[in-house]
């Protein structure tokens, strides 16, 4: 089975702009989570979509909003982007909704805000 | 909310020599545990994980981590290290209460040939 894949894998924006990243999950996998990493800070738990729901949020702004489409492939997008959204943003996936099952995850965004 | 809490940020370790990453978290309330490593330029891969049952679990390249209910810890340890070992490691927590995944803020091994 091919692997999590994220598109695009580097980016480079300005501030003020807006950014859509994408994430592909394992075929037959429903559920799909997103995560910020930055050095000082780890990893953040954004948010998880599950059947095209939204089923969990982290403590992100607004700013940050995800969905998931029929085919499981989600998006997540960051409008009105700050320096501090500088990160590599992870996605993962997982058959269920990821409560005790193992998380995939997909090499990253590097999103760098200029 | 779980806070996890990874003490150490770097671990330096010479080859074949025995590591423990320390790891511990803020609530015992029926928790799923797991380590990750991610490699340079990698994403994270699933190292081992604890959900129920034996308090010991083991990985296939060596690792292995203790759950320590009282203690709210999920040390990871090897007896031998190689150079390959050398990356960062992630310790997170999935409470049964949420569905939400704590990450610590990971712990860089490297080993010293």
């Known amino acids: 089975k091919a692997g999590v894949t994220q598109t695009p894998r580097y980016l480079i924006k300005t501030r003020g702009q807006q950014v859509t990243l994408s994430c592909s999950p394992i075929s037959g996998h429903r559920s799909v989570s997103w995560y910020q990493q930055t050095p000082g800070q780890g990893l953040q738990f954004l948010f998880e979509?599950?059947?095209?729901?939204?089923?969990n949020k982290g403590n992100f702004p607004g700013r940050f909003s995800g969905r998931q489409f029929s085919n499981s492939r989600s998006e997540m997008n960051v409008s009105t982007l700050e320096l501090g959204d500088s990160a590599l943003y992870l996605c993962?996936?997982?058959?269920?909704?990821?409560?005790?099952?193992?998380?995939?995850f997909g090499p990253g965004t590097r999103l760098t805000v200029l | 909310a779980q806070s996890v809490t990874q003490l150490d940020s770097q671990v330096p370790v010479f080859e074949e020599a025995p590591v423990e990453l320390r790891c511990n978290y803020s609530?015992?309330?029926?928790?799923?545990l797991f380590w990750y490593v991610q490699y340079p330029n990698q994403g994270l891969q699933l190292l081992l994980k604890?959900?129920?049952?034996?308090?010991l679990v083991e990985s296939i390249n060596g690792f292995e981590a203790e759950f320590n209910k009282s203690q709210t810890s999920f040390h990871l340890r090897k007896p031998s290290v190689h150079i390959s070992d050398t990356a960062e490691y992630f310790c997170a927590v999935r409470d049964g209460t949420g569905n939400q995944f704590y990450f610590g803020t990971g712990t860089s091994l490297t080993v010293i040939p």
């Open positions: 979509y599950f059947s095209e729901t939204q089923r």
């Open positions: 604890y959900l129920s049952g034996s308090t």
């Open positions: 993962a996936s997982s058959l269920q909704l990821a409560g005790g099952n193992e998380q995939f």
């Open positions: 609530s015992s309330v029926s928790v799923y």
